[in-house]
């Protein structure tokens, strides 16, 4: 079945120690876009990728990045994890909302990150 | 003021109760609305989407009222399968999806 795929769905990470969170979709979704969600509060748009072009939220702070070599995979980088940083990493898909497709977001099963 | 906003809940009903609730959004050039439930830990999974003529998929029944900017979720002869969160989306004009924290809905036997 096509689907939004995620690895790995827990990491545990050190507080400072890099980790990267990955997201691969047979879809064929052109955009693809990061959540984070944190305990009982909405999913928070990190960035998104409409094809190659990369999208930053003017609020998402410099140690997260983001990666994305082909259609199907896009990466997620967290430079330094902090203990703030500890949530639940959705990734998701979508044709590209402004060329009059669809606009329905797929979601991946999420990554869950705990920092020590 | 937040984007979407939705009353948290929770709504504890039991089997076969009927149970409705709202979300507003403040942007009133927003476009596109849906549902999406989302389990204890899990991804939010798309419930259905919100037309402007209001939509149905079985005992679920989702409404938009533009001119007071909401959308509602009405679940009839509820289950306890039902038992979720149920997270409301808006795109606005920037295309972007904007949730709400959800509304818990806990169903009893």
């Known amino acids: 079945d096509a689907m939004v795929i995620q690895n790995p769905r827990y990491q545990v990470t050190q507080f400072g120690k890099p980790v990267t969170l990955s997201c691969s979709q047979t879809?064929?979704?052109?955009?693809m876009y990061w959540y984070q969600q944190k305990s009982s509060q909405a999913p928070k748009l990190l960035f998104h990728?409409?094809?190659?072009?990369?999208?930053n939220e003017a609020d998402t702070p410099d140690n997260f990045q983001s990666r994305r070599p082909n259609t199907s995979f896009c990466f997620l980088d967290i430079r330094s994890p902090g203990l703030g940083d500890a949530a639940m990493y959705l990734c998701a898909t979508s044709f590209d909302p402004t060329s009059g497709s669809t606009d329905t977001q797929y979601f991946g099963p999420g990554t869950r990150l705990t920092v020590l | 003021r937040k984007e979407v906003e939705q009353d948290p809940g929770p709504f504890n009903v039991p089997e076969g109760a009927t149970v409705a609730f709202n979300c507003t959004y403040s942007n009133s050039a927003s476009q596109s609305f849906f549902w999406y439930r989302q389990d204890c830990r899990k991804e939010p999974k798309l419930l259905m989407s919100v037309y402007s003529s209001g939509n149905e998929d079985g005992r679920f029944t989702a409404q938009l009222n533009r001119a007071s900017q909401y959308i509602s979720l009405l679940i009839r002869d509820s289950k306890l399968s039902d038992s979720a969160t149920y997270l409301c989306?808006?795109?606005?004009?920037?295309?972007?999806?904007?949730f709400g924290a959800g509304t818990t809905v806990t169903v009893r036997a």
């Open positions: 990728y409409y094809d190659k072009d990369f999208n």
């Open positions: 989306a808006v795109i606005g004009v920037d295309y972007k999806l904007s």
């Open positions: 879809l064929n979704h052109n955009v």
